[in-house]
């Protein structure tokens, strides 16, 4: 069955140090979204990108975070800066179509412990 | 604004019992409704979804849910619990009319004493 993949599964980095998250989508879908979940709080959107741009993006999604999808397969979630609050798990997702109408799928998640 | 409410964060059911995870939304259009669970070091797994058809909605491994417009609910229920569903369970929102973004609850862990 095809799934999302992300690496690294845990990640632990120095206050300030620039980290990449990666995903691999599931090969068909359009739509792509980055999510994290800070330990004991909701899962927040970050972004959506659909057509090599970002679609939507949260209030969270500042200037810190970029998102790149460099060639048919990955897709990256760039912390410039890594803030202590930065450390959360992040989902990576995708979808066929937009929305409601299409079921995200997510990635186990990458676990970012900023220090 | 869309939002989620999933009341009580913790349940603790016997095997065979029943299951009866709470899920509120506030929103100004009728939305797409979502239950998702997360075994643990997974990712989220769709278990069901409703989305302007049926009011009850059939999802994977026994689970169902109801939504009711008039109290703003979409619970998900199971008959019998089984070990295996031992998971964190998170409820979510999809606005029909605008983006594509997921609200999410803050989860329910389920436990399921033998």
């Known amino acids: 069955e095809p799934e999302v993949t992300q690496t690294p599964s845990h990640q632990v980095t120095q206050m300030g140090q620039e980290v990449i998250l990666r995903c691999v989508p599931i090969s068909n879908h359009l739509y792509f979204y980055w999510y994290r979940q800070i330990l004991g709080q909701k899962v927040e959107f970050l972004v959506s990108f659909y057509n090599n741009e970002i679609s939507e993006k949260s209030e969270i999604f500042d200037d810190q975070f970029s998102v790149e999808r460099p060639d048919g397969s990955n897709f990256t979630l760039k912390i410039r800066s890594t803030k202590l609050e930065d450390s959360a798990m992040y989902f990576c997702?995708?979808?066929?179509?937009?929305?409601?109408?299409?079921?995200?799928?997510f990635g186990e998640g990458s676990r970012l412990t900023v220090l | 604004a869309q939002s989620v409410t999933q009341l009580g964060s913790h349940v603790s059911v016997s095997e065979g019992a029943l299951v009866l995870l709470r899920c509120n939304y506030s929103s100004s259009v009728p939305p797409y409704l979502f239950w998702y669970v997360q075994y643990p070091n997974q990712g989220l797994q769709l278990l069901l979804k409703?989305?302007?058809?049926?009011?009850l909605v059939k999802g994977i491994n026994g689970f169902e849910a109801e939504f009711k417009k008039s109290e703003t609910s979409f619970h998900l229920t199971k008959p019998s619990a089984h070990m295996s569903d031992a998971a964190e369970y998170f409820c979510?929102?999809?606005?029909?009319?605008?983006?594509?973004?997921?609200?999410f609850g803050t989860g329910t862990s389920l436990t399921v004493i033998p």
């Open positions: 409703y989305t302007s058809a049926a009011t």
């Open positions: 997702a995708s979808s066929e179509a937009r929305g409601g109408t299409g079921e995200l799928f």
């Open positions: 979510a929102v999809s606005p029909t009319n605008t983006g594509n973004q997921f609200y």
